[in-house]
């Protein structure tokens, strides 16, 4: 009996560390962070429209007449998790924004996923910041059909195929020179699963750039001096008189006849 207990209270601290916090119902996300401030920007032309920064991201996604909106993040192992939102806030049609201070607009977080309430089942458009890092970012596709506008941070870039990559492929860039950002945009409703963008610095490309040319010059030289030191090697072949090529060309194996004992 006392190993069944065991085993039971093994099994449920493995759930537990697993992050299935299921078992004991969602976990509201705190006020405070809902109602951090956040500038967004609502006019997009896509259905959802995501603004990377250094250590965060701003998503605005538009919402068709839902009481709540589900979001969750991916792993390296592929396993659902929750967002952790902060400066939460919602956009009815008619242009008013309200934050999780002045009404029912919520969030909460389990274990596989944070789902947003929203207040009386309207439609408009939900926005939230979240945390990320690297140089790349990768989002699951909530909403069969929508469109996306993924905003770089400032400087970044894609377009080069060993620095950068975009999935799906047909998407377009845009680069707005006064806030030196590049988006890039699936105008086509996207069909797969998630969106994933790679990019790297401006600066990165000239490393890269710079690196390829050192390499260039160094294997330039390399062979130029390979060469000379193969022509001094032959200089000095024929000035002791071993030149292996002019020997083979002065002697004819067919002035001797047939070898000895076949004559």
């Known amino acids: 009996m006392q190993r069944r207990h065991l085993a039971l209270l093994s099994v449920l601290a493995l759930v537990a560390l697993a992050g299935c916090t299921g078992l004991f119902g969602p976990e509201e996300v705190d006020e405070g962070k809902l109602n951090e401030n956040a500038t967004y920007d609502w006019e997009t032309e896509t259905n959802a429209s995501i603004t990377l920064n250094r250590t965060s991201y701003r998503a605005v996604y538009d919402i068709p007449n839902n009481s709540s909106y589900t979001i969750y993040n991916r792993d390296d192992l592929g396993r659902e998790e ?92 845009d680069t707005n020179e006064a806030t030196n950002r590049m988006t890039v945009t699936w105008s086509e409703p996207v069909d797969q699963r998630a969106i994933r963008v790679r990019f790297y610095l401006e600066r990165d490309l000239y490393i890269f750039g710079g690196l390829a040319l050192v390499a260039i010059v160094i294997g330039s030289v390399g062979t130029v001096y390979y060469w000379r030191q193969l022509q001094e090697v032959r200089r000095r072949r024929q000035e002791a008189g071993i030149d292996l090529e002019e020997e083979y060309e002065d002697d004819d194996f067919g002035d001797d006849g047939p070898p000895p004992g076949m004559r």
Not at 120 to 128: D, E, F, L, T
Not at 141 to 166: D, E, F, H, K
């Open 82 to 173: 929750g967002v952790p939102v902060r400066a939460l806030r919602f956009r009815f049609d008619n242009g008013t924004v309200i934050s999780a201070a002045n009404s029912s607009l919520t969030a909460r977080q389990t274990g596989r996923s944070t789902v947003i309430d929203l207040p009386n089942n309207s439609s408009g458009q939900v926005a939230y910041t979240a945390e990320r890092m690297g140089k790349s970012f990768a989002t699951p596709v909530y909403t069969n059909g929508y469109t996306y506008a993924v905003t770089l941070p400032p400087g970044r870039r894609v377009g080069i195929p060993l620095l950068s990559q975009a999935t799906p492929g047909n998407y377009e860039t």
